[in-house]
């Protein structure tokens, strides 16, 4: 798994500095570094942009992982009729825990129940899809 920063400076150079017709830009330390370090051109006129490129990348890889790892309520919003994802529940004896879940749409109610081992759908208290 890689992180925003090693994630953005992949798209920067994939945007950029591998589309790019300098010489120097093929040979670029920052390219070639695997360290996620911020841009570090050494071509004047591009300095700014791909400093641009980066920061946005990192804005949107951030906006991403948000929506990504945001928990829907089961109230609001219901998954797809058999889609499996992660479901949080209240446990019996207090606490959450988080287990994987098939979501069960009957065709006549359109009421909805999420179906997995040994725990009752009323406990559910949040769920997300599994991205795979």
Known sequence: MTTIEERAKRICTNTFCNQSHVPI???????INREPAEPQCSVSEYKDVIKDIYESAICQLILQREELTRWHDPEKTSPNNLQRVLVKYKKDG???????A????????????????AYPSQNIVGWRPIHE
């Open 94 to 100: 207090g606490g959450l825990g988080i287990a994987i």
């Open 102 to 117: 098939t979501y069960h749409r009957p065709l006549c109610t359109g009421n909805g129940t999420f179906a997995f081992e």
């Open 25 to 31: 830009c093929k040979t670029c330390v920052w390219r």
